[in-house]
């Protein structure tokens, strides 16, 4: 550390708690640095990861437009050439994800191709399970992949906050621990402590060592307020958010990145609030133009944010659904539950493009498109890759890894 | 005896057992101070109010604990089972949490909602699994019922208790496919711990438990599908029945100790493993009776437990963080926001993570539950807001007599830390008293009172 002491406590907790501290500052607020700065030279890298709720049709999200079996499968839905905004020959976003192609072609966003998993579930509550859990089938299981890996990089005598959900919902199964706790904050603000004139009495001499211990997670308590405070008292040339909830969610994860408090895992969603979700058994058309609007356009924004920053080289999101939908509608201008899906990923060390062939649409499982790539090898990838997480302990085996991270 | 132990505020490694669970008699080394009754009402019930630390403190000790285990207004029926009301049932979004924290409040028998808390995450059954508000409502009834009564008939309770196999994903066991899930939960976390049993036992207890199903609520045996043949677990032979294997696990000894242990862990301490031959009587006793209300007497009227062994040696859960304000302030807070701002920083009731429970201790501290404590304080101590402005902090102190900023200081830090905090830290209290020569308002009360909170030890229990 080259700064000075003073000037470090300074940083960390604000000169009018220096104040308060003062003459003796005690050793353990150094220590703290530590916590709140895990890595201060190198780059901590964070994963953002957005539910689609309710099953997203991924046939008229990357739409296979010149496929002869999906015009045929698709009356009212179909979307044709004219219509959407062409990746290829053959593929093209929903015309409500103009600027989705922009960040394609920026080389910001990836899509890797029918991702699922063996004998997919079909019902939403145990396909999410299933997502969450990464133990396909095993219902009695209670952790999530990313408590699991908050678990596994946690030590309790070293107070951090791994993970954290931003979606206004009941805690989700995915951010489930043994051990660690993941809060929940929906807007950065409640990072933020009052000031109170002449406040942190933050002591760190005692017999006992829990007073130590909660002295040093205030301390970093203190250093993170000030921090969010002074990430939110500049937001000169931000970027405009669109007003949606997903936006407002992506605003926040890229506020909490930018305060750098060290949380390497966030959760958010996109559809939940019952109707208007992705689960568009009847009249799916406007539906769905209006929640893939909303991604799209919220994306967007959390990119741009991000390279305003210049962080976009230290976060990735990744979209998933339970599962995506059958191949042909049903009569009531919708689509039921299918199988495999695309899932999109936005960052600024992606290798970009499409990652794996498009699914065949003439063999098909249930009329739903088949998987080519588990989705546990897109976690472990994630995981060792991106995170730096052991994905072996994670997810209980090594699963191949798919190419899609930029060294 | 070691009464030089005693002396010198330290407890002698390894403690002697038998100084160790004698009751607690003040004397000349160790008075009953507002420091123990602070202990005391933080570890058995959900904090006091300055009355009842004051009354405490008049009482003595023993006294005290007799209002505590058995609360005169208890015996005049004041706390009958009341207030199972629609919404509880309803399975609504937070409706059992805040009706529970509501409860938790008001009701004369602090401590038995203290234990029925202790067994919600021993238990470990959870809303999000049971997915029914009636069946939730009623687990944790049970809970309460047999919260202080005897360990045996608790598990035999859960034993026919469907939230149980709901939230254990067990709710249907045939002949042909035992489902083991119930058996590896009695097995393990409900008694012995994990990885004392092996998978044989455990595949065996299954088959005892086949037959039984939960249908539309309520659970139900099918005679087909119970398999009578004969099971070996544990090393006793039967064509064994639920009931059979709740006493067969209940006869190990590791079953007694494991529980003796885990409260232990919630009265007395999380920082130090005990010492075999320190729970030793304890073990004995429990593992003869089940009786949970005597071992939980034992604990609280102990030498130990008025010992720095255990002296701020737990980290307060939210829930406890939380009530403590509340009970301080002497008023009942709206506690559906509470119910959901507990959840945000890692402690939804009726909803434990796993069916190991909350692992509590060190794990509640993260630099962002922390601040959400803090944030949650302030909110509620707020005039306005959600919490309505009920807990008026310049009011309580007012009440007490003291009215000035110097006086209000202390008097917050007397009422939740009894005063006990670094000399620097009060210098600092009272610096920021003298601060605020002409406080505009009562907003400085709430100041002060945030201060107090946000002092380490506050964290602590």
Known sequence: MTATRR???????????????????????????????????GRQTALVVVQLSGGNDGLNTVVPYTNDAYGRGRTTLRLTGKDVHKIDDELGFHPSMERTLRLFRDGQLSVVQGVGYPNSNRNHDDALRDWHTARPGEIACQTGWLGRAMDAVSDPNRPSTPGVCVAPLPKPVLMNAEATVAPT??????????????????????????????????????????????????????????????????????????????????????????????????????NHAAVLHELSESLAAFSDDLRHYKLQDDVLLMTFSEFGRTLRENGRRGTDHGAAAPVLLVGGRLRGGLVGKHPSLTDLDGDSPRHHTDYRELYATILDQWLGMPSQKVLGKQYKHIEIVRG | MPMNAIAENTTPKPIDAGWAWARFEPDGQRAWTLRWVGHLYRRAAFGASWQQLQDALKAGPQATI??????????????????????????????????????????????????????????????????DGRLMANHVSMLR????????????????DPAMFLGLNSEASRRAMPNDNFARQLLGNLTMGPGVCDEQDIKEAARAFTGWFVLRGDLRYFEREHDTGVKTVLAQKGAWKPEDIVRIVLEHGESARSIVRKIYRWLISEVEEPEESLLKPLCDSFAQSYDVGQLVETMLRSNLFFSETAYRRRVKSPVEFALGIAKGMESIVPTLPLGSALANIGQQLGDPPTVQGWPGGRHWISPATLTGRLALADAMLSPEGAYGGKLNAGSIAKKHGSAGPDAAAGFFCDLWLQGDVAESIRKGLKEAADAAKSPAGDAWFRDAANRVIRIPEFQLS
């Open chain 1, 7 to 41: 000037d470090f406590l300074k940083t960390v907790c604000g000169a009018s708690t220096l104040m308060a501290l003062s003459p003796a500052v005690p050793e353990f607020l150094l220590r703290a640095s530590q916590a709140a700065a895990p890595d201060p030279e």
């Open chain 1, 185 to 286: 904050v929906t807007s950065a603000s409640q990072y933020v402590l009052r000031d109170l004139p002449q406040s942190a009495s933050v002591e760190g001499n005692s017999e006992n060592p829990l007073v130590g211990f909660v002295s040093r997670g205030l301390a970093v308590s203190y250093a993170s307020s000030r921090q969010v405070q002074d990430v939110l008292k500049d937001s000169g040339n931000r970027v405009q958010y669109p007003a949606y909830p997903l936006a407002e969610q992506l605003k926040t994860v890229v506020e909490l990145v930018r305060a750098k408090l060290g949380i390497r895992m966030f959760f958010t969603e996109l559809g939940g609030g019952g109707i208007g979700g992705f689960d568009n058994h009847a009249n799916q058309r406007d």
């Open chain 2, 66 to 131: 007799d209002g505590l285990v058995k609360p005169t207004a208890v015996q005049a029926g004041a706390d009958a089972s009341s207030g199972d009301d629609a919404v509880t049932r309803s399975g609504e979004a937070g409706a059992l949490a805040a009706w529970w924290l509501r409860r938790m409040l008001e009701t004369p028998y602090p401590l038995r909602e203290k234990m029925a808390l202790f067994w919600h995450g021993h238990f470990g059954i959870s809303q999000a699994r049971v997915k």
């Open chain 2, 145 to 160: 019922k047999h919260a202080l009564g005897s360990y045996r008939e608790l598990l035999q309770a859960a034993a026919q």
